[in-house]
């Protein structure tokens, strides 16, 4: 038994299950001090500093905007994955990250005050998970040791009638080959290939007791971005009319922008990166581009920008196109959700109530309306989602929170069982009971099984 504990611990401390804020963090960051540039310690940033942050870089504490503007992706802290367009002065809170050039900020708080590192203060990172239910093993052992004691004495009390030299030999017998120890062995051996057999199917637990966990639980939460959907992928849909030369420019239009949405639909028409260029191109922060191809003037962007009227109703992300002030459509740029989610989820409400979480807006809720029905719930700031998992166990429900960021570190804690999903075992993913590796996402039902 030692030496197979022995081995499974090699096999899990390249594994951390108890990640904090400083495992996402960069170790340091470059600061302005008198007019250089040089390197300093994330911890040992102070109120006043003035730091750089690069495209692509994380803003590793709340801070003020410096320069004129900031384009920052909030998905791993909200969940939204839209970034967001912020101008000099504001405010731009810890753990987003900045993706379109180098901006200057001045910080507001030392890193670990934060308002992002504030939810690891809480109770729930400091204390260990109790076991409030009682395990299989409880359950049976019980029952096995009052079976054993009442087989053992009236064993040692038939052969004293039988023989009374043999009587204590078998009341000893039966308690040594019959030991509730059995028990435990049994459990260790069993729990031990459930562990092993997990893991080379690639969800690593962090302790047999998430087995139990796992198996009582009767209800799943999901996150969406980055657990439900593919991080990066995007499905691009057109309505409307144009011909294909004005598909052709309004790409090579997009192709000018930084903006993520911009982005996606270039990498969705790859058969229309030509050599087409635009012409006195000018980009409006939050708003959109305008440019001229072949004298033809086109727009794309925000509805109210292209001069379309927005509909009521939005099943994803739009982006409105315009020639010569005539507005001739809109892209729809969904999320691209992991395959067979669908049937995943069909398969799961066999068994458990299932529900979404997510930090993200609800631009999609009319897509996921047939998976989850009226238990969605948007825009759910970190400490929401926590309170959302207590508020179902205090009514009972034993739960499973399967999430991907750092807003979903506070519910994965504070859930009965709390499952990571990562894309990528080098990349970050917050503290959790299990770690899913993302390709094997359509294997969850049977894992639970």
């Keep these: 038994m030692l030496i197979g504990r022995y081995f499974q611990d090699r096999t899990y401390q390249q594994l951390s299950f108890e990640r904090d804020y400083k495992s996402y963090f960069p170790i340091a960051v470059s600061t302005r001090k008198n007019g250089k540039e040089e390197t300093t310690a994330v911890t040992k940033l102070k109120p006043g500093d003035k730091i750089i942050i690069r495209s692509g870089e994380l803003i590793p504490t709340d801070a003020m905007l410096l320069s004129e503007r900031a384009l920052v992706d909030y998905s791993f802290v909200t969940g939204e994955a839209n970034p967001a367009l912020k101008l000099r002065g504001e405010k731009i809170f810890a753990g987003a990250r900045q993706t379109d050039g180098a901006i200057e900020l001045e910080v507001l708080k030392e890193t670990s005050q934060s308002y992002l590192t504030q939810l690891w203060n809480h109770d729930i990172f400091s204390k260990q998970k109790v076991r409030e239910h009682k ?5 049976i052992n019980r029952w096995f040791t009052s079976a054993v004691l009442l087989v053992s004495i009236g064993a040692a009390v038939t052969w004293f009638f039988i023989d009374r030299s043999l009587s204590l030999n078998v009341l000893t017998a039966v308690l040594i080959v019959a030991c509730p120890c059995t028990l435990l ?3 260790t051996f069993t729990n031990g290939n459930v ?8 969800l690593y637990l962090k302790n047999a007791v998430v087995i139990d966990r796992l198996a009582t639980a009767d209800t799943i939460v999901f996150d969406k971005t980055g657990t439900i959907t593919n991080g990066g992928e995007a499905q691009v849909s057109f309505d409307g ?3 294909k030369n004005e598909i052709l420019a309004l790409v090579a239009l997009a192709s000018q922008s930084a903006h993520p949405l911009s982005r996606r639909i270039v990498a969705a028409f790859p058969s229309f990166n030509t050599n087409t260029k635009a012409k006195s191109v000018q980009e409006v922060p939050g708003k959109g581009l305008m440019g001229i191809i072949e004298d033809d003037i086109y727009v794309i962007g925000s509805a109210d920008f292209a001069g379309a009227a927005s509909p009521t109703k939005k099943s994803g992300s739009e982006v409105w196109m315009a020639v010569n002030g005539k507005v001739r459509g809109k892209f729809t740029v969904h999320n691209q959700y992991r395959d067979g989610f669908t049937k995943i989820a069909a398969q799961l409400k066999n068994k458990y109530t299932i529900q979404l979480l997510s930090g993200d807006n609800d631009s999609e809720k009319e897509i996921l309306l047939t998976v989850f029905g009226n238990e969605m719930y948007f ?3 970190p400490s929401q989602k926590m309170d959302h998992i ?4 205090s009514n009972g429900k034993k739960v499973i929170m399967i999430g991907d960021g750092l807003n979903d570190a506070g519910a994965l804690m504070q859930a009965d069982a709390g499952i990571a999903v990562s894309d990528n075992m080098n990349n970050f993913f917050p503290a959790c009971d299990a770690i899913l590796d993302g390709k094997n996402f359509n294997l969850l039902p049977h894992f639970l099984s």
């Design 135 to 139: 395990t299989y093993i409880d359950k």
């Design 185 to 187: 062995l049994a459990a």
């Design 195 to 202: 562990l092993r057999w997990l893991g080379r199917n690639h």
């Design 241 to 243: 009319t144009l011909l």
């Design 379 to 381: 825009q759910q700031s």
């Design 390 to 393: 207590k508020a179902l166990q």
